[in-house]
């Protein structure tokens, strides 16, 4: 991080007040001492700005940000000459900013850096006004193992093609000729100087553009961005903790366990180790009593339906729960895959007696009455 200043200059004119007279003139400040409109100085090639002009107010010895002098050629950073001796008339103020150098190799790639996750980096000219096409490629970072995972390659959404021996080409994602999409991208694990396609991770890429304004014949301007998220995700708006577990069918019709661990009720869990083309089934073993009637229902199928629902069975009462697995993809978006786990009503109970609820059908058609205990 190398961090670039300037110095804001003012004098004092009788009957005008403070008059800029280097730097950038004042009136371009936001309330929070942030310059609204440009910059005074551009980045070189190859750099790019990790944050925006601020003001240095506590090197300053006065509360404002300034630092005063009778002339121009007696103004010291940071300090002031005393108000109550000498007859200040100019001032000056630093402004300053961070920047990052952009690491290109011979074989013209560009790093953008550590993403975090929530955050956003923007994309560094170069990468559009130079000649050569550039395409984007990413990878899970763990501190310490730098180079665990392989870049990131586009996949083919459907897994029939490599059943089947023959791989559709993806198209790349090129950064000078982006179009809305979703690509489906994986990272295989590096092991040595091998990677190993068994082992790996998988991110869902969004290329999304917002109309920002229209140019001189009315064409769109878009502003584009790119939104990485997991291909899969399931809340549990259930009022239980849950023990899960995603396995993927293989050739030979055996379960392999993706994932485990426990879904807190109202908390959504990412997963990025399944691959969302092939058979994926969900295991639930819910606590306070409920035991599943399935061992694992599928949840995402190749040639069919996912399941919709799972039974949960009491173990104190024998009473069946019908759970809803709702899905928010079809065939027109099969990704990202957002499963949603709930019941249309639960009743919950504390710091009271056992009590006994009864729901009772309303219409005379119909004289039904459904004791719960």
């Known amino acids: 991080i190398d961090k670039v200043e300037f110095f804001e200059i003012e004098k004092f004119v009788p009957d005008v007040g403070w008059v800029c007279c280097s730097g950038r003139p004042s009136n371009n400040e936001s309330a929070d001492g ?185 064409d769109p301007i878009q502003d584009w961005s790119l939104v990485v998220r997991s291909p899969l995700s399931v809340t549990n708006y259930l009022p239980l903790r849950i023990e899960y577990s995603v396995l993927e069918r293989h050739s030979n019709d055996q379960l392999l366990a993706r994932a485990r661990g426990i879904f807190f009720p109202g908390k959504a869990v990412n997963f990025y180790c399944a691959d969302i083309r092939k058979a994926l089934f969900l295991s639930l073993l819910p606590q306070k009593g409920w035991v599943p009637m399935h061992q694992a229902v599928p949840i995402s199928q190749p040639s069919g339906m996912p399941s919709q629902t799972l039974h949960l069975r009491s173990s104190i009462s024998g009473r069946i729960v019908q759970v809803v697995l709702e899905q928010n993809h079809g065939k027109d978006q099969p990704m990202p895959k957002a499963i949603r786990i709930y019941v249309p009503y639960w009743f919950s109970v504390s710091r009271c007696p056992p009590v006994v609820f009864k729901l009772v059908d309303r219409d005379e058609r119909k004289a039904r009455k459904i004791s719960l205990p």
């Not at 090197?59 to 950073?77: F, I, N, R, V």
């Not at 690491?103 to 850096?113: F, N, W």
Request: glycine letters at 6%.
């Open 34 to 218: 942030v310059l609204n409109e440009g910059t005074p100085l551009e980045s070189p090639c190859g750099w790019i700005w990790v944050d925006d002009w601020h003001l240095d107010k506590p090197s300053a010895d006065s509360t404002d940000g300034w630092a005063y002098a009778p002339d121009q050629e007696s103004l010291k950073w940071p300090n002031s000459y005393d108000a109550g001796i000498y007859v200040n008339n100019v001032r000056q103020r630093k402004w300053i900013r961070n920047r990052k150098q952009i690491i290109c190799d011979d074989q013209q790639h560009v790093s953008i850096g550590l993403v975090k996750p929530r955050d956003s980096v923007p994309l560094p000219l170069s990468c559009l006004t130079q000649a050569g096409p550039y395409v984007l490629q990413l990878r899970p970072l763990n501190l310490g193992v730098p180079d665990e995972y392989a870049w990131s390659k586009v996949m083919s959404k459907c897994v029939e093609f490599q059943v089947s021996g023959k791989h559709q080409e993806e198209s790349e994602i090129y950064v000078s000729d982006l179009e809305e999409s979703e690509k489906l991208l994986y990272c295989s694990q590096v092991e040595g100087n091998s990677s190993n396609d068994s082992h790996g991770i998988w991110f869902c890429l969004n290329v999304q553009a917002v109309e920002i304004a229209k140019d001189i014949r009315s």
